[in-house]
């Protein structure tokens, strides 16, 4: 198995003191979270560790599905600069969010910010395409606003535009999906945490009611080889959740 961590788990230190307890532990690949305050990672440092890379474009301030053209393309131009740093470094994978709708976005133009939504994913994926760069569109949890939740739909989509899904399996869990319904042939990507399934708790390994050892089974008998990626809170969870997958997977 391929297994990183994220670097959200360290987001309010500098990038190099999570860089530095993810590679002390030995985990091969680090996923860098490319926006404030690491949105200018210096690609420089980054070759200094011992590690392989995948790149979260942002999210926070980034909306590509927005109705507001001027937010829309700003938002496409910054997921396009995360893909080009991921080209820079030799990334295997970059994670893009799917989108948001506002309250009145969602209860006038739903269909709309759909189509704006898919439009931008096909211009991203396009994009990365170009570069060889492997651009991914994560599936989301079950909080209002938040587009794709569905991965069926998702995955239809993705099919169409020869794209492929990061799967979160903490947000599927969330949204209420089995295991054997968060399996799709588009997955080339995996974020990894726990929950109870009422929130996005991203909990360490074990400490949540997700069967993930069942799900990372289902994946290997797929011939899934992409990376699985430890997505947790804190860096104490990171390591709790690299032991929990040594001692159990």
């Known amino acids: 198995m391929k297994i990183g961590a994220s670097t959200l788990a360290g987001i309010e230190d500098k990038l190099e003191r999570a860089l530095e307890f993810i590679e002390s532990l030995g985990i091969e690949y680090a996923e860098i979270v490319h926006q404030y305050p690491h949105d200018n990672a210096d690609a420089e440092i ?11 474009a942002p999210f926070m301030d980034v909306n590509i599905a ?6 829309r393309l700003n938002s496409i131009e910054q997921i396009k600069e995360s893909i080009d740093f991921a080209n820079e470094i030799n990334a295997e994978a970059v994670v893009v969010h799917p989108g948001l709708a506002s309250f009145l ?11 704006f939504a898919n439009e931008s994913i096909k211009q991203i994926g396009d994009y990365g395409r170009d570069l060889g760069v ?5 599936n989301m949890p079950a909080f209002d606003g938040m587009l794709y939740q569905n991965m069926n739909d998702l995955d239809e989509l993705l ?6 899904m990061t799967l979160d399996i903490g947000h599927a869990n969330h949204v209420g999906y089995s295991p054997d319904e968060m399996i799709f042939d588009s997955i080339k990507h995996i ?6 399934g009422d929130d996005d708790a991203h909990l360490s390994f074990g400490e949540g009611s997700i069967d993930l050892k069942g799900i990372t089974n289902r994946l290997q008998q797929k011939n899934y080889d992409g990376i699985y990626i430890i997505e947790v809170n804190d860096m104490d ?10 001692r159990n997977f």
Request: proline fraction near 0%; charge should be negative; glycine fraction near 0%.
């Open 66 to 71: 927005a109705l507001q053209e001027k937010s």
């Open 46 to 56: 980054l070759e200094s560790f011992n590690l392989k890379y995948s790149i979260h």
């Open 191 to 196: 974020h990894m945490h726990d929950n109870f």
């Open 134 to 138: 492997l651009t991914t569109i994560e």
């Open 237 to 246: 969870s990171i390591k709790k959740s690299y032991e929990y997958m040594k």
């Open 159 to 164: 099919v169409s535009l020869d794209m492929s």
């Open 105 to 115: 976005a969602n209860k006038y133009f739903s269909d709309t910010v759909y189509e």
